[in-house]
């Protein structure tokens, strides 16, 4: 891991997720951009000098904020790390800095009730992550290191996340991550056998051991992963996503609000390659059997 994003709207919130990713560029040798995004909302000027207004206060509170943002820089407790302050005065110039810059991962903070999660689950969201090319870690509480020991991996039976499966962007510590959860909702025409056969042959192919997979009955995917984490006291929550398709269903729908939002835990955003075969041959031969 070379380069961290970090997104602050330079609250104590923002303050946590940039210690977070602090302490993995330390791990990994890696430098950090530190993103904030003025949100200006003027009505366009009408004359010259309306014109000249309107600039000479978009000059300043740009100058504000590059001021706020390099005194964060200049904490003592970052000065082994490289953090380079970038501010944005449009969507455009966040969406650029935050999807073109090579990154290797993004961290973002949310407690579920501040101005930020509007940034967060707003469309800025959705276009920053879709077009993303990287992990994105949602941290939900900021009180201590992040050291997930227990994760916990949502699945669903796709063949992307078999033949794409993606590298983490971070070590786990205690047994890596071995648990996973498949959520049966109503109407889901998989049976275990299939799901079961579609996890053994991605863990035969990835090298995973030791794993768990728990197929868990909800009226929701959200509610089911929710109640596996809780159940099983998980530190991280891992979701794999379609870049174009999956993650507009994972934060335009309830899995959104209900996960990231509700979940009190960590969660990391895993973004695979999409596909046009979401079921494997085990999972439909098995489910053509059941009926």
């Excluded at 407790?77 to 935050?98: E, H, N, S, V, W």
């Excluded at 109407?187 to 051991?209: C, K, N, Y």
Aim: aromatic share 6%; glycine share 6%.
């Amino acid at each position: 891991m070379k380069t961290i994003i970090v997104p602050t709207d330079l609250s104590p919130l923002a303050d946590g997720a940039l210690r977070v990713a602090t302490d993995l560029a330390r791990t990994y040798g890696a430098a950090i951009l530190l993103v904030h995004y003025l949100p200006f909302s003027i009505a366009t000027a009408t004359t010259a000098e309306g014109a000249q207004t309107i600039t000479r206060y978009l000059d300043e509170q740009e100058a504000t904020a590059q001021s706020d943002l390099q005194r964060v820089v200049d904490n003592p407790a970052y000065q082994d790390i490289a953090i380079t302050p970038i501010t944005c005065r449009d969507a455009a110039g966040l969406y650029k800095a935050m999807t073109e810059r090579g990154a290797d991962l993004i961290v973002l903070a949310t407690s579920g009730s501040s101005g930020w999660d509007e940034w967060l689950f707003g469309s800025n969201a959705e276009h920053i992550v879709r077009a993303a090319h990287c992990p994105v870690l949602v941290i939900k509480q900021t009180d201590g290191p992040f050291a997930p020991t227990n994760p916990i991996a949502a699945i669903d039976v796709d063949d992307a996340l078999r033949q794409h499966w993606p590298p983490y962007p971070f070590g786990m510590t205690g047994n890596g991550l071995t648990q996973f959860v498949y959520v049966s909702t109503p109407g889901d025409t998989l049976v275990p056998e299939g799901v079961h056969a579609w996890m053994d042959e991605l863990a035969q192919e990835r090298g995973i051991t030791g794993y768990e997979l728990h197929i868990r009955p909800a009226r929701s995917v959200e509610s089911g992963i929710l109640n596996y984490a809780i159940e099983r006291r998980a530190d991280l929550i891992v979701v794999f996503t379609h870049g174009h398709t999956g993650l507009r269903h994972l934060l335009q729908g309830s899995v959104a609000e209900d996960v990231l939002n509700h979940a009190s835990v960590p969660v990391l955003i895993m973004r695979i390659e999409d596909t046009h075969e979401p079921v494997t041959a085990h999972a439909r031969e098995n489910n053509r059997l059941s009926h």
